[in-house]
């Protein structure tokens, strides 16, 4: 039985959905790792609401190692808020985040302590390659990056997932944000601090498939544009202008065609229904942009609260069968 160290120095927070077959690799390869290191450590699982057999065996690990804790959400929340429940109960001085499918190598982890040690309170894994991804995901991300740093003012590494290592600080600063579209990687640029990259060589998924489909990437990315930037409003605005200044120069088209050359005037209703499209698509699509903003207004204003934990021993609690009294 390995014991518990008080007050941890650094906690490692491992959000995961459905990863049983990746987490007794991934445990091991962060005991080896860190082992050798001098720095107390515990892991934290965070159950982000999996079906498989995963939440059983953090369960059962954590019964021989004490260092190793469960975090089960009451649902799926999605990996953003997943990473916030993980990061809401660390204890560490020092605390990494990383994914559960070993995408994010530990073998980084004594890279993102020594650079923490030299008095860096954010430093994050940036990718120098990323292997076994979709091309489209690869797109994505790389247009992402790239329209992302040209909106938002706030000094976004290119290519840093959410693999990073936040000081104490850092994190309590974290926890005063309980906005619910949650960005976490911009949050950890945008609260400031001093920050440092380190390089890293992104491996493909361990095992499984991936959680993050194209449509969620792209949903998590437009909560970064939209949680950060106010751009999107900015331009349909500049639509707006450019469709009324169209607008205006075809009737004053219309206008000099009737008094200059009255001959050529083309009648029909085509072009008109084809104009009336056009113009309502414009309209809807800006209609939908305002609607998103408004709409997180919304949600933002119900303050509810971002989780709920379903247990935080380690001990899985099992879903109640179906008919059994509440
Ligand atoms: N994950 C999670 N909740 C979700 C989706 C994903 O906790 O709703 C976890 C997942 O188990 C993994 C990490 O978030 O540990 C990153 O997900 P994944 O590897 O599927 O994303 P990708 O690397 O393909 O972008
Ligand atoms: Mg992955």
């Not at 990996?79 to 070993?102: F, N, S």
Request: glycine residues 8%; aromatic residues 8%.
């Amino acid at each position: 039985m390995v014991t518990h160290p008080i007050e941890p120095q650094v906690s490692i927070v491992v959000p995961f959905l459905n990863e049983e077959t990746n987490l007794p690799v991934l445990y091991e390869r962060i005991c080896a790792i860190l082992n050798s290191r001098p720095e107390s450590f515990e892991i934290i699982f965070v159950d982000d609401g999996s079906s498989d057999g995963s939440p059983a065996w953090v369960s059962q690990t954590a019964t021989a190692d004490a260092r190793v804790r469960l975090l089960q959400l009451s649902r799926n929340f999605g990996h953003q808020i997943a990473i916030t429940a993980g990061m809401d109960h660390a204890r560490g001085a020092a605390v990494v985040i990383m994914d559960a499918d070993l995408q994010d190598p530990p073998e980084v982890i004594p890279d993102l302590l020594d650079s923490w040690q030299q008095g860096h309170e954010v430093v994050y894994a940036v990718r120098r390659s990323r292997a076994g991804e979709s091309w489209s995901k690869r797109f994505l991300a790389a247009s992402f990056y790239k329209v992302f740093h040209s909106l938002v003012k706030i000094d976004m590494p290119l290519d840093a997932g959410d693999f990073r290592l936040v000081d104490r600080q850092v994190v309590d600063a974290l926890k005063e944000i309980r906005e619910l579209h949650r960005f976490v990687r911009g949050l950890t640029c945008w609260v400031g601090y001093r920050q440092a990259a380190v390089e890293y060589d992104r491996a493909a998924r361990h095992a499984g498939s991936t959680k993050y489909p194209v449509w969620k990437s792209a949903a998590l990315a437009w909560d970064g544009m939209t949680s950060f930037s106010g751009a999107p409003l900015r331009w349909v605005t500049l639509g707006g202008v450019l469709v009324a200044v169209l607008g205006g120069l075809q009737t004053l088209n219309i206008i000099w065609t009737r008094l200059v050359h009255p001959d050529r005037l083309v009648q029909g209703w085509a072009t008109l229904a084809a104009l009336i499209l056009i113009i309502g698509g414009i309209q809807l699509i800006c209609l939908g942009i305002v609607g998103q903003y408004v709409s997180r207004i919304f949600e933002e204003s119900k303050k509810r609260p971002l989780y709920f934990l379903r247990s935080q021993g380690n001990t899985v609690t099992r879903d109640r069968p179906k008919g059994d009294p509440v």
